[in-house]
């Protein structure tokens, strides 16, 4: 397809959030990476809410939680 004929990049359609990466349960079946588990930073309540609602104003439709 030549590059004029490319739609866009259009809004995103939902977002996902992984509120936390700790996690006590060692499920053979997690999909997260074991060092993820390690991260000690984490956004605040505050940060998290900006970040939803800036996702909101970029169009996104659906939310998603994930984490712990």
């Not at 809004?11 to 997690?30: I, M, S």
């Not at 930073?41 to 712990?68: I, K, N, P």
């Amino acid at each position: 397809m030549p590059a004029g004929d490319r739609p866009g990049i259009g809004p995103p359609l939902w977002l996902l959030a992984e509120l936390t990466y700790r996690c006590p349960l060692q499920c053979p079946y997690c999909s997260n990476p074991l060092d993820f588990a390690q991260t000690q930073q984490e956004l605040s309540t505050d940060e998290w809410v900006r970040v939803l609602r800036q996702g909101r104003e970029m169009g996104a439709a659906q939310l998603g939680f994930s984490g712990g």
